[in-house]
């Protein structure tokens, strides 16, 4: 087990950008899993800070990061500001001893990552990635059914997420960070394929070979509204999947097509969805719970991970692979 800091006792966490991240889907559930509080909240925007630590029952606010994490009762950093300023606050929170609990997509490039993770160990810190698929049911229960055979060897995968510019599956925040790649590191691929991407090297590895290219088809941001990309995994299972963010509503679609010699996979990644095994033994679907705060399975892996009594659900290390995989899309951005 990694021997870097850990925290004894309760972990009290401080988050760096309490926006509509925090509201379901990770804030509550701080306080939900066990040795582990919510102690204070930062946004820029002082008003909207209060408010947020109002509404959650949270004591402290905060309009400055570099206040909260010098803040004594705050041991754990959770960072969920837009990717740009992720690898500042990590390094500080780090150089503080404090460890982080950070949002994909990690940071902006695969350098910056690895700056991150030279950080971590110059300050002998901990750091996870919020890559939180990986404690869900579904894909738990996917990965189960390759692991017992249930499709037989695993062949291909297809991914296919098809979405109008302002898709309902995106949290769309005010000023649509999103589609800014100087805030985001690229568009709305770079803010979604993580968690495929994530759950795909969980399941395979990294791969072998990835190739890939973006295009910007409707010209209403600056980042790429289309994106295919392809890998090959050990064994010789082979990834195609595409991105596009600019077609009309009635073509929307989010799946995952896993096929192996004797059967295959189906399920969604951003909506709830049953899974769809089809093998010699007929069509199955397969129920999935969702917890309403959708981090808190992986949130309370991350917890232990911080006190020690459990491995690094989902470590910078993890990270840099989607990273370089998303990265050479941005590299072929024709």
Request: proline share 6%; hydrophobic share 40%; charged share 20%.
């Amino acid at each position: 087990m990694n021997q870097s800091k850990f925290i004894n006792g309760t972990v009290t966490w401080g988050i760096i950008g309490c926006g509509d991240v925090c509201e379901v889907k990770s804030g509550p559930a701080f306080n939900k899993v066990s040795n582990s509080k919510l102690v204070a909240v930062m946004r820029r925007d002082a008003d909207k800070a209060k408010d947020f630590a109002a509404r959650h029952g949270v004591p402290k606010f905060y309009s400055d990061a570099q206040q909260l994490i010098e803040d004594k009762e705050v041991n754990a950093i959770y960072i969920a500001t837009p990717p740009a300023s992720h690898e500042e606050f990590t390094v500080q929170a780090l150089k503080a001893g404090k460890p982080v609990y950070v949002e994909k997509p990690v940071t902006m490039n695969p350098a910056s990552c690895e700056r991150m993770i030279e950080a971590a160990t110059q300050y002998n810190g901990r750091v996870s990635v919020a890559h939180y698929r990986r404690r869900l049911p579904l894909f738990i229960k996917v990965k189960e059914l390759i692991e017992t055979n249930a499709i037989g060897r695993p062949l291909q995968i297809q991914i296919r997420v098809l979405q109008p510019s302002k898709s309902k599956i995106i949290m769309m925040a005010g000023d649509f960070w999103r589609v800014i790649p100087e805030l985001s590191g690229g568009g709305l691929f770079q803010d979604l394929s993580p968690h495929q991407l994530d759950i795909m090297y969980w399941l395979f590895g990294a791969p072998s070979k990835t190739t890939g290219h973006g295009l910007n088809q409707l010209k209403k941001y600056n980042a790429q509204d289309f994106t295919v990309l392809n890998a090959v995994y050990a064994n010789d299972v082979y990834l195609n999947g595409i991105w596009a963010f600019n077609l009309p509503d009635s073509e929307t679609e989010d799946s995952c097509t896993i096929t192996g010699e004797s059967g295959s996979l189906r399920f969604s990644f951003f909506q709830p969805s049953k899974i769809e095994l089809r093998n010699q033994k007929g069509v199955k679907f397969i129920e999935a719970e969702y917890p309403i705060n959708i981090q808190q399975p992986f949130i309370d892996s991350v917890t232990k991970y911080f006190r020690n009594e459990g491995p690094n659900p989902c470590s910078l290390n993890d990270a840099l692979v989607t990273m370089r995989m998303m990265d050479i899309t941005k590299q072929n951005f024709i």
